[in-house]
């Protein structure tokens, strides 16, 4: 199914260039990392990073997008409205959206979600569980009743999120907290899902599993959708009858 489906992947490629311990888990950059398993799997990949002009997400970039996969961290302030609202609208069109562990405070998934989006956190290199708490789910073939990750930052709930359309993931971390980690959303047409993990000093995105779900999730929140809805006013399909005919 991957073939034909043209994916971005977003990244404010900011750590990396600052930070060596990043550097080294990610030399060509978190986004690439992610893009690089989606290539080998027959998706059209494309990159984009913050600094780029317009953010990487030009008109032609945004309309030539089926799913936009965006991960960001310490610089969400940095996102222009106008970015924002582009990616907001085409998600209302039916362009998916697969948001990556701090992407949950990006203006983007907090203007989708209607919420501050806040959560607990700590940075103690906990060992997470994720358990796959809905089988059935497509975002999960392949994947076993876990994912186990040996180090990696906790997020605790509260999550302040709207309830999910589906839960598909749920973590447990050493420390004891539990977490929603996997959440699909629908806004107009387009499909989101939101995926936890991904600390960028950890080496999460080179974990087999981890970029099975992404892949998944890519499938799955690319639109079939149907005929495009037509809104406002409407001429009638069959003919009505007048005042004067009555």
Known sequence: ????????????????????TVAEIYPNGIHNAIASPL??????????????????????????????????????????EEIVAKVVERVWKGMGLIVLHSGHFSKVFKKLMGTSCDLKWREAGERERLW?????????????????LEHEEMY??????????ELVLVSWFTGGEVFRSGCTFRRGSGKIFYFRPGHETHPTYHHEQVQKVI?????????TQGPTPVYGNAKPLEALATEESK
């Open 215 to 223: 892949a998944n999730a890519v499938n799955w929140a690319h639109s």
């Open 132 to 148: 796959v708490v809905d089988p059935t789910h497509p975002i999960v073939s392949g994947i076993g009743e876990y994912i186990e």
């Open 1 to 20: 199914m991957s073939a034909g489906i043209r994916v971005t992947v977003w990244n404010e490629y900011r750590h990396e260039l600052k930070n060596p």
């Open 39 to 80: 290539r080998e799997q027959g998706f059209e990949v494309r990159t984009a990073t913050l600094d780029e002009p317009q953010h990487g997400l030009t008109d032609d970039v945004l309309n030539d997008t089926d799913v936009l996969v965006w991960w960001g961290h310490i610089a969400h302030d940095e996102v222009s």
């Open 156 to 165: 605790g709930e509260h999550f302040d999120i709207p309830a999910p359309d």
